[in-house]
């Protein structure tokens, strides 16, 4: 096939090698947004605050760095309470 378009399979190879690895590199973006986020609200629910801020901020940079801020059509936010609620004895 590289005869017929005049093209060595080097460089063939060299294409097909690095369309791959940027379906990767974007699969794995994808994985760290949707992780960091499902994580944030996980440690939301579960009270655990200092986590919850820690994954928020790895969801903050993942998105940051991986998405296209002008197409964003829906903002993510996670309230983290200030204090556990007192529960009545």
Do not use: C, K, N
């Amino acid at each position: 096939m590289a005869d017929l378009i005049g093209v060595s399979d080097q460089v063939l190879a060299l294409l097909l090698v690095s369309t791959l690895a940027a379906f990767a590199g974007a699969f794995f973006a994808m994985f760290m947004v949707l992780g960091a986020g499902l994580a944030a609200i996980v440690f939301t629910v579960a009270r655990y605050r200092m986590l919850a801020q820690l994954a928020r901020a790895f969801w903050t940079i993942a998105d940051t760095v991986t998405a296209d801020h002008e197409s964003d059509s829906i903002d993510v936010v996670v309230e983290v309470p200030h204090t556990r609620p007192v529960l009545p004895v």
